[in-house]
């Protein structure tokens, strides 16, 4: 705050310029021009004519004194702007405000019915410029509080009138250097139980929920509460909603983006600038309905929609394909008047959408469900004030929709199901006590073939001595134990009929890759190294090790290996949908993969990384990955292998230096290409190119602008140009939805992690929350191999390859 008030003092002294007026207030016979500015008592707030680079679009509108670049929170004439740099502020003797261009026309006016004597205009502390009577200063005639921009600045509030149906709103900016009325507009929906809502047009795109006591139920935040005084009031007349602040000394605004999302930011006085610490949508389960009727999202889960207790997917070959939309119906139908219904709970969830609900705010909880079982179309309840043990009950009829599991917070909800949907889950209840039962026994089992397994490993020895032999072979290490099982080769012939061409699913660095089939119906995919292969033993046993020791749902599963003679084979699980590159790239198969897959692929793919870098028992870098190297499996659930090019680190070591560079042209990171130097923040690196590949479904080597720019430097360059959305993969078609701005937020998260010095890029840990929208998003620098850093553009294009082929001898450059 110290630091702010410093800024804001610079400014006063800079407003002593003779050429630069500031007033206090104005009344009718004054005005404010081009070189006047209105300022709030202690100078927080100024208010004035200014542009946004453009001398002929000129605004009247309000911003923070002080701050540089300038933040504007209110804008009087933004969708008329004027064309030159004349424009007049003038209140009239009734008390309106008015706007006039160089010819005398008005181009803006505020139109009271009241009418004042002696009226004086004023900008408060607050922000808010207001129009009152100078002898009756509480009586404010018009005030710009009421007719929100972009904007919610405390002590606003956005109203809606239950009667008539108006409303105010937060309405988007057409884009960043457009103030015009944009395309979103958050307001309350007094529709049922009023909740506040984000839409585009007509179209419902996100709910932040409805109030629950403390604050809007789709908030997961416990934290906003604590600090913010937020007031939801219903009358007969009116909802409103609104926050103030605890402590007066923070500097705090609230706003809805050009591309749909609400965010909030905290003024730092350490940095001097905006600190970005909510938004919304926050991930994937914030999209409206994203799963269908019927059901609940959460992004802990994958694949993420999941049908409520006592309901089935209503078609389940979409459901199986990940087109949720039809969403689901009940497994039983309730009978009317049976009061052997009961209620299943659902905790820390965002409650559905309350447009079809009715509330009271009298009844306990249990009246409330009670209430519910004598409604035929009564299908949920919930406490409608969660504070002091909850109150009040809030009732849905027909379809749940838009409910989701919440990161944090949340409250307790109640889905009604049939008699016979208690029965069954008691009864699933049952076979988990039978489960737990069964596993004691087969753990017995198990001790009493423990010596059995023993002899089994004892016949194997031989094989064992044979890696053991190889790994000596490929370094000078300690000795590690590889507990894994042993393939004989006739078994592995066998199931690849004898590594037949017509079961050969695709080649890389390491040799040639076959389907098999075991005798017990078990898929397989076998690796087979290549003699010609630039990878040996030591990365055939670099795999074995690593892989075998690792275990995470992100991360290909290691069946098992073989040894014999001159063949080296690893043994993996078969995953049906191969490898992501045969998706993202394929004309034909692109457009099945819709945004929700490839939102959860990349979520998938962070997740694993995450895993590999800090949670496994060693620190493993990867570095060779790419699309190529993520599987796919029957749920299109991402899966890293190929691991022969891995290193792992024990303590706190975290990086390395080679003079053999390996890897694939496009994912090296910069560092690495030119002085062998890796570390975590190389595979950073190349889980931000395949990030963009995803997006756009275009390989990081292809070029753009006339071949100036290849993929990176073509993101970078739309994202500055602030047109990053031109990058969506044109397939994606309608599966877009209402994802724009959780596919901004990842081209964003790709170009951090494509930053040319690696202290830049973030860690996973960081990706990962930053994925979830738990952390706020700083701002990229140009990213690595971008074409000026090479002297021309025509010379940058050399450091990618014509091919895909992992690399085990790289040149400097």
């Known amino acids: 705050m110290e630091s702010f008030k410093v800024l804001v003092l610079c400014s006063l002294l800079f407003s002593f310029i003779p050429s630069f007026n500031t007033l206090d207030t104005i009344a009718p016979g004054q ?44 804008i ?49 502390e607050t922000g808010n410029l207001v129009v009152k009577e100078e002898s009756n200063p509480e009586n404010l005639l018009w005030q710009s509080f009421d007719h929100p921009g972009d904007t919610l600045l405390p002590g606003m509030k956005i109203t809606s009138n239950i009667v008539s149906g108006n409303y105010t709103s937060l309405i988007s900016w057409r884009d960043t250097q457009n103030p015009g009325t944009g395309l979103y507009s958050y307001h309350i929906d007094t529709h049922g139980y009023p909740q506040v809502v984000i839409t585009k047009g007509e179209t419902l795109l996100y709910r932040t929920g409805s109030w629950n006591g403390n604050t809007l139920s789709g908030i997961s935040s416990e934290t906003l509460y604590k600090n913010f005084n937020f007031s939801f009031v219903i009358t007969d007349q009116e909802v409103s909603y609104g926050f103030e602040l605890f402590n007066q000394s923070i500097i705090t605004r609230y706003i809805l983006t050009s591309t ?45 929609c999941e049908c409520l207790q006592g309901f089935i997917p209503k078609s389940q070959d979409n459901w199986n394909s990940q087109k949720w939309s039809d969403g689901c119906v009940r497994r039983v139908n309730l009978t009317c008047g049976n009061s052997d219904d009961g209620f299943l709970m659902y905790p820390g969830m965002k409650l559905p959408d309350t447009s079809t609900s009715w509330f009271n705010k009298s009844m306990t909880l249990e009246e409330c469900k009670n209430f519910c079982l004598k409604n035929c179309s009564c299908t949920a309840c919930a406490n409608l004030d969660i504070r002091d043990g909850g109150s009040g009950c809030l009732l849905w009829f ?33 076979k988990k006590l039978a489960g737990i039962l069964v596993t004691c026994m087969f753990v017995f089992v198990m001790i009493i073939l423990g010596v059995a397994i023993l002899w089994r490993k004892k016949l194997k020895k031989q094989g064992k001595n044979q890696i053991t032999s190889w790994k000596n072979h490929a370094d000078n290490k300690e000795k590690e134990d590889i507990d894994i099982p042993i393939f004989d080769l006739s078994t592995i012939a066998n199931a690849t009929s004898n590594f037949s061409i017509t079961k050969k699913l695709g080649e890389g660095g390491f040799g040639p890759v076959y389907k098999g089939t075991l005798t017990n119906g078990q898929d397989i995919a076998v690796k087979r190294l290549c003699k010609n292969s630039g990878q040996g033993p030591k990365e055939f046993i670099n795999e074995v090790v690593l892989i075998a020791n690792l275990q995470h749902r992100n991360l290909v599963k290691l069946l098992g290996c073989c040894i014999h003679d001159a063949e080296r084979l690893l043994i993996y699980e078969f995953l049906t949908n191969r490898s ?8 034909a198969r692109k457009s099945s993969l819709h945004w929700a897959q490839r939102f959860q692929i990349i979520c998938g793919i962070a997740r694993g990384l995450l895993y590999l870098h800090e949670d496994s028992r060693l620190r493993i870098i990867h570095r060779d990955l790419k ?67 995803i997006i756009s479904g275009t390989k990081n080597r292809e070029y753009f602008d006339h071949h100036d720019l290849d993929l990176l430097g073509h993101a970078w360059r739309l994202w500055s140009e602030e047109k990053s959305l031109k990058l969506i993969d044109e397939s994606l078609g309608d599966s877009i939805g209402f994802a724009e701005a959780e596919i901004l937020r990842c081209i964003i998260i790709g170009l951090l992690c494509v930053q040319d010095r690696p202290e830049d890029r973030p860690d996973m840990s960081a990706v990962v929350l930053m994925l979830n929208g738990e952390k706020p998003l700083p701002r990229p620098r140009e990213p690595a191999f971008y074409p000026h850093q090479f002297g021309s553009s025509s010379g940058s294009t050399k450091l990618h390859s014509a091919n895909e082929i992992s690399m085990s001898l790289l040149n400097a450059r």
């Open 580 to 587: 992501l590159d045969c998706f993202i790239f394929d004309q």
């Open 76 to 124: 009087a004439n933004r969708d008329t702007p004027l064309g030159s740099s004349s424009g007049v502020l003038n209140v009239t003797d009734g008390g309106n405000l008015v706007i006039l261009n160089s010819t005398g026309s008005s181009i803006w006016f505020t139109n009271t019915s009241t009418t004042a004597k002696n009226p004086i205009v004023q900008l408060l």
């Open 398 to 430: 027909n379809k749940i929709v838009d409910v989701r599991k919440l990161p944090s917070g949340g409250q307790d909800f109640y889905v009604r199901v049939a008699s016979s949907e208690l029965d069954h889950k008691k009864g699933l209840n049952k």
């Open 627 to 693: 699309t190529s190297n993520i599987l796919l499996d029957e749920n299109m659930n991402p899966k890293i292998s190929d691991f022969g090019l891995a290193r792992a680190f024990g303590g706190d070591e975290d990086e390395g230096i080679t003079k053999r560079i390996a890897g694939t042209y496009g994912y090296i990171s910069p560092e690495y290409a030119a002085h062998g130097f890796f570390s975590v923040k190389s595979d950073v690196f190349s889980f931000g190119v395949i990030v963009l590949e």
């Open 31 to 74: 005005s404010v021009k081009d070189n006047e500015t209105l300022v709030s008592a202690s100078g927080i707030f100024e208010a004035g004519f200014f542009n946004f680079g453009d001398q002929n679009s000129q605004y009247f509108g309000i911003w923070y004194k002080g701050l540089s670049p300038r933040t504007v929170v209110w």
């Open 260 to 304: 749909g999302q609400v965010e909030r930011f905290k003024f730092s006085d350490q940095t001097n600038s905006w600190q970005i610490f909510f938004s919304g949508p926050v991930d994937q389960c914030d999209n409206y309905a994203i799963c269908g009727a019927n059901s609940n999202c959460d992004v802990n889960n994958s694949p993420i």
